[in-house]
């Protein structure tokens, strides 16, 4: 696989993380050519800026990590997130509403795909597959897909587990060939990404993306 940089969204969410740790971030994603990097709202600004002459996606969350918020903070959120120079948008959907039985998930997530597609951005759902069994992980994706997203991604990190090949196998099944699929959660080696990817993941969201390009280009050697 010769573009496996343009599979990669290197991903820094960490309470902690710092501006020197952004830094970084950038000037990996800028030597490594990487399809995005994934920040918090607070440093979308800045990445834009940074990132204004290259072909690199600046993502940032929506609702992250539990999705907990109404829909008016979420469609706010995503407003702002647009104004500050994000280009595709990563949404944790209501969990709470799903679990609860109410059709309210895709009366948002259309809701904010309507903004996103107005402003020509990307859309992508995370419904946080840890906690949900296989006919549910077919119902989120339907949901995902009748709202008009872009992108159905695995986990936010926060969750007992990330992303599983046999739940992006699922996916792929279940979804269009128009909608992209995100692994995300977990992802630390080139042959798990690998296997993602050949499982049908469209991207890899990860924190170790510049290891796994490492290991890619000693694998490659070899």
């Known amino acids: 696989m010769n573009n496996l940089n343009r599979f990669l969204e290197s991903t820094l969410l960490r309470p902690t993380m710092t501006g020197h740790e952004v830094d ?6 800028v030597e490594e050519q990487f399809i995005g990097v994934c920040v918090p709202s607070f440093w979308v600004k800045k990445v834009k800026r ?4 290259q072909d690199i996606q600046v993502v940032t969350v929506i609702g992250f990590p539990f ?15 647009i104004r500050q120079g994000a280009d595709e948008l990563d949404l944790v959907w209501s969990q709470t ?3 609860s039985g109410m059709n309210w998930p895709k009366i948002e997530i259309a809701q904010i795909a309507k903004i996103c597609h107005a402003e020509e951005r990307i859309l992508k759902v995370i419904i946080e597959t840890a906690y949900l069994d296989p006919e549910q992980l077919r119902e989120a994706c339907m949901i995902c897909q009748d709202a008009g997203v872009d992108f159905v991604k695995t986990s936010t990190g926060y969750a007992p587990s990330g992303a599983k090949v046999e739940d992006i196998k699922l996916m792929r099944e279940t979804l269009s060939s128009a909608i992209g699929i995100k692994a995300s959660g977990g992802i630390k080696t080139l042959e798990f990404a690998l296997e993602l990817i050949k499982a049908g993941a469209d991207r890899i969201g990860t924190s170790s993306a ?4 490492e290991a890619y280009r000693i694998a490659s050697q070899a």
């Open 50 to 53: 940074e990132l204004r002459d």
């Open 67 to 81: 999705g907990f918020e109404d829909t008016a903070t979420k469609v706010a959120e995503t407003n702002e997130a």
């Open 210 to 213: 510049k290891a796994i390009m």
């Open 24 to 29: 970084q971030l950038i000037q990996d994603a």
């Open 97 to 99: 509403a799903f679990h």
